[in-house]
């Protein structure tokens, strides 16, 4: 039972142009999300997280935005840039211990120049 | 420095050998975790030390034991390797509640079994 899921394998966008990556999930238990990005042969990177008391949270190019309703998350990437090209997961979290993270199954974002 | 390295990077072997990856943190953080990612890229945690006491144990075969000798480290001996476990295992480390950073991982032991 996924908890977590990215519908959308794959992501292709133009280099200046806005990236959205989304993410649902349904365990209306979970307090934080987070994005992380991972390059080939490396292990997930933290990118940008939100709490869920927070319906948006920016940083430099990245904002991540919560719908707490719709259970839906989303990353916004302005403007693209080549470097950005990685798998993008979504995770969430319940802060309680005994519990970890759970992520979803990653989309693959392809920025050209 | 790294943060959480793991060794080795990659392992290729035989069918019914047995294992070991190890991965350490100069973090200072309390929990570490394994995570695999299989074929399908999900990301599955399997276990999760917090100050050396397990405290998550999803639902793995026995043939995988995890050891922790000190918080800063967290082993993965797995038993009878089936082609089934070839995958990517990822460390991980946080805080003894994650937070809003989450977890730093390793860059993952690619575990092929033939």
């Known amino acids: 039972d996924q908890q977590v899921k990215q519908n959308s394998p794959s992501l292709s966008v133009q280099e200046g142009r806005i990236s959205i990556l989304n993410c649902d999930y349904t365990n209306s238990m979970f307090d934080y999300f987070l994005w992380y990005k991972k390059y080939p042969a490396e292990g997930p990177t933290f990118l940008i997280s939100i709490s869920s008391i927070k319906d948006k949270n920016e940083d430099g190019r990245f904002t991540v935005f919560l719908n707490k309703s719709a259970k839906h998350l989303s990353l916004h990437i302005v403007p693209s840039q080549p470097g950005d090209s990685a798998v993008y997961f979504c995770?969430?979290?319940?802060?309680?211990?005994?519990?970890?993270?759970?992520f979803g199954k990653g989309t693959t974002l392809s920025v050209s120049s | 420095d790294t943060a959480v390295s793991q060794t080795p990077k990659y392992l290729v072997t035989q069918m019914g050998n047995d294992k070991s990856i190890k991965c350490e943190q100069n973090?200072?953080?309390?929990?570490m975790y394994w995570y695999k990612q299989d074929s399908k890229k999900f990301l599955k945690i399997m276990f999760s030390y917090n100050n050396k006491e397990l405290i998550i144990n999803e639902t793995v075969p026995n043939r995988f034991s995890p050891k922790s000798p000190d918080k800063a480290h967290l082993n993965l001996h797995i038993n009878s390797l089936e082609l089934g476990d070839s995958a990517v295992y990822f460390c991980?480390?946080?805080?003894?509640?994650?937070?809003?950073?989450?977890?730093?991982f390793g860059s993952g032991t690619r575990l092929t079994v033939v």
């Open positions: 973090l200072g953080h309390d929990t």
């Open positions: 991980a480390s946080s805080p003894h509640r994650a937070g809003p950073r989450g977890y730093t």
């Open positions: 995770a969430a979290s319940i802060s309680q211990a005994g519990t970890a993270l759970i």
